[in-house]
């Protein structure tokens, strides 16, 4: 069965990117934030669970495709 985590860009400033997550069909109800310069990745709600973790390294990959340029929004699925 697949597993898709789905999330979208909340707010951006020149140090941090925060975007909102959760599984597909719930409420993107956490959030989780990533420092631009050292590409650190944090639960700002919850913990650094598999939710987490799958939004994060999507969300880093696609980011690092197109530099200098953070997705508005996307999934993961798997």
């Known amino acids: 069965m ?5 999330f979208t860009k909340i707010s951006e400033d020149q140090n941090v990117v925060r975007y909102s997550f959760g599984f597909d069909g719930s409420e993107e109800s956490r959030t989780l934030v ?3 310069e050292t590409r650190e990745i944090n639960p700002e709600t919850g913990d650094a669970d598999y939710e987490f973790r799958k939004a994060g390294m999507k969300i880093y990959a696609m980011a690092k495709s197109t530099p200098g340029q953070w997705p508005e929004y996307g999934a ?3």
């Open 2 to 6: 697949a597993s898709i985590v789905n």
């Open 34 to 36: 990533i420092d631009k």
């Open 76 to 78: 993961h699925v798997s």
